[in-house]
């Protein structure tokens, strides 16, 4: 069998998701990293594996190319089915989608170092507007988020039920790119107790950004 291997980068919080479902599933890979700062994903030989030039991409061992981090992680779950990352109910499926895209697709798109790179490069931002920008775009989304792990009779533990799934990958990856950029997190005690939570289980702790090879 064909060797399995994750491209990533170690402070990606979207190589982060990928790497604690891996993790939790008991997959082993081989690591590839590319610097993002440094231009490593737009390198030719990474674009003949992922003509989109972003982290992660994960090759399956049939040599299929895999990208985008919530299709790679539904992928782990429906190849490899224990331990679960979405529960077993459609209304509980939905849920745990929803949750994970609030974060995948409200906060990641606009505060993802292209769009940075941007507000710095073109608009002339400094680092302490920049800063801004990306702390009020989390909070635009951890405002309700918190609210509805808050009100919901199905948070339990974790953001669905007693056991760690897909939405609470994204919210702990989330909650680490926060603390680069100073975000006030005693705003949102739940979302900070289901992120400690994760942060007692090996799976999370050792995907970690600081633990990675690449890590700086």
Known sequence: MTEIVLHNYFRSSTSYRV??????????????AHHLRHGGNRAPEYL????QGLVPALVWSDGRMIAQSLAIIEFLDETV??????????????????????????IHPVNNLRILNMLR??????????????RHWVN????????????SPETGIFCHGDTPGMADICLVAQV?????????????P????????????????????????DAE
């Open 19 to 32: 790497r604690i479902a891996l993790a939790m599933k008991g997959i082993e890979y081989r690591y590839v």
């Open 48 to 51: 003949a594996v992922n003509p």
């Open 81 to 106: 089915p224990q331990p679960p990352l979405l529960p077993s109910d459609p209304a509980g499926r939905a849920r745990v989608r929803m949750l994970s895209q609030m974060i995948a697709c409200d």
């Open 121 to 134: 490069g073109r608009f002339g931002a400094d680092d302490t507007a920049v800063a801004e920008w990306f």
């Open 140 to 151: 635009e989304t951890f405002e309700p988020l918190e609210k509805i792990l808050a009100e």
């Open 176 to 188: 680490a790119n926060n603390a680069r950029f100073n975000v006030d997190m005693s705003l949102y």
């Open 190 to 213: 739940v979302i900070g107790r289901i992120r400690d939570a994760c942060m007692e289980l090996q799976p999370f702790i050792d995907a970690a950004p600081a633990r990675q090879p």
